[in-house]
T-cell receptor, first 113, second 115 residues
């Protein structure tokens, strides 16, 4: 099965600054999707952004963007103009063409006012 | 319902007892996933269903864990002879089958405490 690695258990950022969360994955497949999910203290999982592996263009969603490096199997999340409400656990996820979906261990993001 | 529904939301059980956790996916969603999340930890994959079949059961921690899905809808996760290390939040998610890029939607989880 595919593995997803998030090497930063915790990160912190000053409000209004930019932070990048790292994610790498291991796969032999060519067709797959990558996701970032946010989990606030409420525990509800919220989709932040997704990327199709066949697309070279990096996905962007308002203040959130990704740096997708397919050859390096890297999928980092950049949060610009960080807000207090961005504080949460962030999970990187890989979904295969067969719909199998695996998550990384998560990165806890703290936003300092 | 409008979203993924899980029950019970909270369950306290004595060590050694069996528990059943239920997941009712969004109507029409053929893919269903179970994950386990210990306090402050990541999501541990348990099992996923495509319709009623489970292509990969390797995530189930032990033979005390089993899951089934009937009618392509509701799924139950059963834990037999519960142990304290089974205490965690059990999250269920579902999605449509068409295109693995489709978003998966999570329920609010079932918080299991084994005492």
């Amino acid at each position: 099965a595919q593995t997803v690695t998030q090497s930063q258990p915790e990160m912190s950022v000053q409000e209004a600054e930019t932070v990048t969360l790292s994610c790498t994955y291991d796969t032999s497949e060519s067709d797959y999707y990558l996701f970032w999910y946010k989990q606030p203290p409420s525990r509800q999982m919220i989709l932040v952004i997704r990327q199709e592996a066949y697309k070279q263009q990096n996905a962007t969603e308002n203040r959130f963007s990704v740096n997708f490096q397919k050859a390096a199997k890297s999928f980092s999340l950049k949060i610009s103009d960080s807000q207090l409400g961005d504080a949460a656990m962030y999970f990187c996820a890989y979904r295969s063409a067969s719909n199998d979906m695996r998550f990384g261990a998560g990165t806890r993001l703290t936003v300092k006012p | 319902g409008a979203g993924v529904s899980q029950s019970p939301s909270n369950k306290v059980t004595e060590k050694g007892k069996d528990v059943e956790l239920r997941c009712d996916p969004i109507s029409g969603h053929t893919a269903l996933y179970w994950y386990r999340q210990s306090l402050g930890q990541g999501l541990e994959f348990l099992i996923y269903f495509q319709g009623n079949s489970a292509p990969d059961k390797s995530g189930l921690p032990s033979d005390r864990f089993s899951a089934e899905r009937t009618g392509g809808s509701v799924s139950t996760l059963t834990i037999q002879r519960t142990q304290q290390e089974d205490s965690a939040v059990y999250l269920c998610a579902s999605s449509t089958r068409q295109g693995s890029g489709n978003t998966i939607y999570f329920g609010e989880g079932s918080w299991l405490t084994v005492v």
